[in-house]
């Protein structure tokens, strides 16, 4: 499975699963490193027995940023890194099965900031020229171990363009921006590689005038998990969960669950969702997951849940309140029989951390918050799967 990211205004209660310079979230609670080292945990409670932080480093040398967004089945980890002598990131691939574990530069002469998003088990990586808002018109690309970097057409009606994430198939999803340089999205696409030609992601007419489809993963029979988004005053947004059917990318919007607002971030083959629902509007969200597309969603104990494996594993980000620096924990979970879930945080060094997806094995892709010489800095990486009690 993989991830994405989104710089677009109305994408603020979304996509945003990169640093705290990237998109805020809705609430902006605390961090801590409370409740790291409990062991063999239920219910909200927290363990990590064996996890390990796996950092990648970045280019620019052992203490400069990096994040990563996606980790593949073969343990592949694509993502975004400092460059030497520059404020720009580059989109990197890490593949710790060759060269050393080395990263390497897939846009190396691009002075802009890009950045890799997903990676599919072939190598293929999905990712943007040009992520920073106000800097230029972002252009998604595909990049592959052979063939090297292709810049994708833009899709119609598009000023710019981002692409989210790209399956097996090569089949990438994109989400179209306007004009006006901020990343307001004007709707969500799928790139074919063989017909060389988009389709376009369908509304419902049910979630209000003027939704937008903003997808957000693309599974490996072509389903689509996202939302649509539509305008609720000035500087508002309405999000209403959905899912696109494989083939047919016919919508369909998950209940709410008596909340305001919901959103979808992934889909597993066995059709469970998870994503993030609030209560009330401009309320901080809740982690959530539906276990299926006719279900009401299911409480997690945390903040939003990113990406869910086939295996059931979830992960994604829980507030720590009361932290003065970064205010969020990355965090897996595994829902059992009669509503028990496993809760299991991988881990940092005190000052937060970010999980933004989950391979078959329960490998996790993110990154932690690393105090440096001046001021702390995310260092990008992958964590190994809690043993199992």
Do not use: C
Request: charged share 15%; net charge negative.
């Amino acid at each position: 499975m993989n991830r994405s990211r989104l710089v677009a205004a109305a994408a603020l209660l979304v996509l945003a699963t990169s640093a705290p310079t990237a998109l805020a979230l809705p609430a902006d609670p605390g961090t801590s490193s409370a409740g790291l080292t409990a062991a063999g945990a239920l219910d909200g409670t927290t363990a990590r027995p064996g996890v390990r932080f796996h950092g990648v480093g970045s280019f620019a040398g052992p203490a400069a940023r990096s994040e990563a967004f996606d980790i593949s089945d073969r343990g592949v980890v694509v993502g975004a890194a400092a460059v030497p002598g520059s404020g720009a990131t580059h989109a990197f691939v890490m593949d710790p099965e060759t060269d050393g574990g080395r990263l390497t530069d897939i846009t190396p002469s691009d002075p802009r900031s890009t950045r890799a998003e997903a990676v599919n088990r072939s190598g293929a990586v999905a990712g943007t020229l040009g992520i920073v808002p106000g800097a230029g018109l972002p252009q998604p690309f595909v990049w592959r171990p052979r063939t090297g970097l292709e810049v994708l057409p833009l899709p119609p009606g598009a000023a710019g363009a981002q692409a989210v994430d790209i399956n097996d198939a090569g089949t990438v999803l994109v989400v179209g921006t306007d004009s006006t340089g901020v990343g307001l999205p004007v709707g969500s696409f799928l790139w074919d590689p063989v017909a060389r030609a988009y389709r376009t992601l369908p509304t419902t007419g049910t979630a209000g005038d003027g939704a937008v489809p903003i997808a957000r993963t693309l599974d490996e029979r072509g389903g689509v998990a996202g939302g649509l988004v539509s305008p609720a005053g000035t500087g508002a947004w309405h999000h209403t969960a959905t899912v696109w059917q494989p083939d047919t990318l016919t919508p369909r919007t998950l209940t709410s669950g008596g909340g305001s607002d919901t959103f979808a971030t992934d889909r597993n083959e066995h059709g469970t969702v998870v994503g993030w629902r609030m209560d009330t509007p401009g309320t901080a969200p809740k982690a959530v997951y539906w276990p299926s597309a006719d279900a009401a969603p299911v409480a997690l104990p945390g903040q939003v849940a990113f990406e869910i494996n086939d295996g059931g594993r979830i992960v994604g980000i829980r507030p720590v309140p009361g932290a003065a620096g970064f205010p969020f924990a990355a965090v897996m979970w595994e829902p059992g029989d009669g509503g028990r879930v496993r809760t299991a945080d991988l881990g940092d060094q005190g000052l937060g951390s970010y999980a933004n997806a989950v391979n078959s094995s329960g490998k996790t892709a993110g990154y932690v918050v690393t105090p440096g010489a001046s001021s702390s800095y995310e260092a990008g990486g992958w964590w190994n799967p809690p043993q199992r009690g």
